[in-house]
């Protein structure tokens, strides 16, 4: 089994940053790609950024491209995600999924990832 376990969530003002974090534990060693995706009430879950597991490539959703950076802890098993500039319609819960496939281009779509942590809330306020 795999476990997802995302922290870092609150309420920020508009400007500010937070580091979400998601710590991957269990049968962790054939998770290829990491995500971060989120959503907002009433709206659908959207992708906002990827990253592959071994050699770190990256990808982003063009709303937060210059913003915000994913990155990963080998040792620590954990992926982060670093956000700055932050804006109020981008409170939404974030969460953490992670794919057990080994896309050739990192995945943007929710179909692609096979497992999910269960959420952390993100606020802005204006």
């Known amino acids: 089994q795999v476990q997802l376990v995302e922290s870092g969530g609150g309420l920020v003002q508009a400007g500010g940053s937070l580091r979400l974090s998601c710590a991957r534990s269990?049968?962790?060693?054939?998770?290829?790609?990491m995500g971060w995706f989120r959503q907002a009430p009433g709206k659908e879950r959207e992708f906002v950024a990827s990253?592959?597991?071994?050699?770190?490539?990256?990808a982003y959703a063009d709303s937060v491209k210059g913003r915000f950076t994913i990155s990963r802890d080998n040792a620590k098993n954990t992926v982060y995600l670093q956000m700055n500039s932050l804006k109020p319609w981008e409170t939404a819960v974030y969460y953490c999924?992670?794919?057990?496939?080994?896309?050739?281009?990192?995945?943007?779509?929710?179909?692609?990832?096979?497992?999910w942590g269960q959420g952390t809330q993100v606020t802005v306020s204006s």
């Open positions: 999924a992670a794919s057990a496939t080994f896309w050739e281009q990192l995945p943007t779509t929710t179909p692609a990832y096979d497992y």
């Open positions: 269990g049968r962790t060693f054939n998770l290829y790609t």
């Open positions: 990253i592959r597991w071994g050699g770190g490539s990256t």
